[in-house]
């Protein structure tokens, strides 16, 4: 069973940065797409970026294409998303996802029922 801990999150002002981390336990992220969701009050949870295990292409919604970059760090066992130029509607619990093991996928997954296993969420809020 995988488990997934995010990081990271915390009170910004607007155009500031921050990076957020995941950690996983229990499973590898090496064969696994990795992505992060984020979700607001009283709304879905909505796709912000995925990277692919295959070969690391990454892929972004176009709400933060620009701004905001998925990493992986294999010999951590570790995912991050930096997040440059932070608007106030970025402001959102931001959930680390993983999916089930994969053998060479080259689709990008970004539907919430792709991914096997969700973090706790880490809060981020940007103030205008």
């Known amino acids: 069973q995988v488990q997934l801990v995010e990081s990271g999150g915390g009170l910004k002002q607007s155009g500031g940065s921050l990076r957020l981390s995941c950690v996983a336990s229990?499973?590898?992220?090496?064969?696994?797409?990795m992505a992060w969701f984020r979700q607001t009050p009283g709304k879905e949870r909505e796709f912000v970026a995925t990277?692919?295990?295959?070969?690391?292409?990454?892929h972004y919604a176009d709400s933060v294409k620009g701004r905001f970059t998925i990493a992986r760090d294999n010999a951590k066992n570790a995912v991050y998303l930096q997040m440059n130029a932070l608007k106030p509607e970025d402001t959102a619990v931001y959930y680390c996802?993983?999916?089930?093991?994969?053998?060479?996928?080259?689709?990008?997954?970004?539907?919430?029922?792709?991914?096997?296993?969700y973090g706790q969420g880490t809060q981020v809020t940007v103030s205008s």
């Open positions: 229990g499973g590898t992220l090496s064969n696994r797409e």
């Open positions: 990277s692919l295990a295959a070969d690391g292409r990454t």
């Open positions: 996802a993983a999916s089930a093991i994969q053998s060479g996928n080259r689709n990008f997954y970004t539907e919430e029922y792709e991914y096997n296993y």
